[in-house]
């Protein structure tokens, strides 16, 4: 589903199951504000762990998505994953993980200008 910038606000309303979101474009300040309302949106006064993942991180360790999306924390039920710098080859790790997540996780996978391909 592809949702433009003025219609985050009716899907956040929605209340909508999201659980994995791509946030693109050259507006760096319009990206961090989305995400700051979708991570609200998600934690809804609960605790949340929140995680940063590199796209090089994966270079060091290919199961690190996938390890992250199968463990909690002792003290909370909520995870948000952020994903900076993908690249095409480790798409294929999200992909992998989409059809089990678990709705307490959202993932985050956050680009620059994409190229039509």
């Given amino acids: 589903m592809i949702v433009k910038v003025f219609n985050i606000d009716d899907l956040l309303k929605s209340k909508k199951n999201l659980s994995i979101v791509l946030?693109?474009?050259?507006?760096?300040g319009l990206i961090r504000e989305i995400i700051i309302?979708?991570?609200s949106s998600f934690k809804s006064n609960q605790d949340v762990d929140e995680i940063s993942i590199n796209g090089r991180d994966f270079?060091?360790?290919?199961?690190?998505?996938?390890?992250e999306v199968k463990t909690f924390s002792m003290f909370t039920d909520y995870k948000i994953i952020q994903i900076e710098n993908l690249k095409d080859k480790d798409i294929e790790y999200i992909a992998d993980i989409e059809a089990n997540l678990d709705p307490k996780i959202l993932i985050i996978v956050k680009e620059n200008n994409l190229n039509k391909n």
């Avoid at 946030?23 to 760096?28: D, F, L, Q, R």
């Fill in 23 to 28: 946030i693109y474009g050259p507006n760096e």
């Fill in 37 to 39: 309302k979708l991570t």
């Fill in 59 to 67: 270079d060091n360790n290919v199961n690190l998505l996938s390890d």
